[in-house]
């Protein structure tokens, strides 16, 4: 008689999920935490946030013996060198993100992370020579009629959601290629870029321009929390996608931009036109397929004996 596989443990599996959930519950609502804050410039936030992380990153990695991971990655060039990017990118995508939210602008935040599943699809041919099937073709093709749609009838470029949804999109391509713990990446990244944001908050602290300490207590502890609204959802999904399959995630994901068009539209009353519905409906059509065929082909893919 053969031995039956062992399935994961049930606790294991829930609480995969609830931490995934509970990372993209995090990131769903960081318009609420930002939009208080709409009187200190983007690149401060950014700033703050990217040096707050560093060190709570750094604290946590310490607490379980795991600094040397860092050490290991940075040791290494070619390594150091596509983390210094990462930590670009990763830059760049909160400067925007967060200009965008203190700008009136969360609806077209949330349509960049609704469109970044799709980017990945073509960064995967584009730079990895990954081949598409038919509804996949189709699904970027819906996603790209959708994007065409609100440039044609607004006259502008999306920019915001574009620049959300390709500079997080090469973030991932580039993590991808960089065998690094999601954790121990995020401190070398954050430590390769830390001293530029300390030198400008210093810069600002000495002209008499910077927000902290200056404004209010509440401005500085949410600028302080900027580490901790970082770090833990980070740790959220880095331990959820352990747990439950990456396919799961993949849907889980969408929890955040939906969170954001519903607080751009009825918390913050931003106009939500039929134009814009259109073209929105065009990418959600795209994502529907796209996720559909991604779960037809994982039913009928065979069960290892």
């Known amino acids: 008689m053969s031995t039956p596989a062992v399935a994961a443990p049930a606790s294991s599996f829930n609480r995969g999920h609830a931490a995934a959930i509970g990372a993209f519950l995090i990131w769903g609502l960081l318009p609420l935490y930002l939009k208080p804050m709409n009187s200190v410039p983007a690149l401060q936030i950014m700033s703050h946030r990217l040096l707050w992380c560093c060190l709570f990153v750094m604290l946590w990695l310490g607490a379980r013996g795991q600094l040397g991971n860092v050490r290991t990655a940075l040791a290494d060039g070619p390594t150091r060198l596509r983390l210094f990017i990462t930590a670009l990118l990763i830059s760049v995508n909160w400067i925007v ?9 969360v609806l077209e935040t949330s349509l960049g992370y609704f469109i970044n599943p799709l ?5 995967g041919v584009v730079i990895l020579k990954e081949r598409l099937n038919r509804p996949q073709w189709i699904a970027v093709a819906f996603a ?7 440039t044609l009838q607004t006259g502008k470029l999306p920019w915001i959601a574009l620049s959300l949804a390709l500079s997080f999109g090469m ?8 065998k690094v713990d999601a954790i121990a990446g995020l401190g070398a ?22 927000a902290f300490g200056n404004t209010t207590l509440l401005i500085d502890v949410m600028l302080f929390a900027g580490g901790l609204v970082t770090a833990i959802p980070l740790a959220l999904f880095a331990f959820g996608a352990r ?27 931003e106009p939500f036109t039929e134009t814009r ?29």
Request: charged share 10%.
């Open 171 to 178: 973030y991932g391509l580039i993590r991808k290629m960089v």
């Open 243 to 269: 747990l439950i399959p990456y396919s799961t995630v993949g849907l889980i994901q969408y929890i955040g931009p939906t969170m954001q068009l519903l607080l751009g539209i009825f918390l913050y009353h």
């Open 277 to 305: 519905a259109i073209g929105f409906a065009m990418i959600w059509m795209a994502l529907v397929i796209y996720g559909g065929d991604g779960i037809l082909r994982a039913r009928r893919r065979p069960v290892p004996a």
């Open 189 to 210: 990244e954050t430590l390769l870029i830390a001293p530029f944001a300390a030198i400008y908050l210093i810069w600002l602290e000495v002209n008499g321009s910077g």
């Open 144 to 150: 790209f009629a959708g994007v065409a749609w609100l």
């Open 97 to 105: 993100y967060v200009w965008g939210v203190n700008s009136g602008h």
């Open 119 to 123: 980017v990945n699809v073509l960064l």
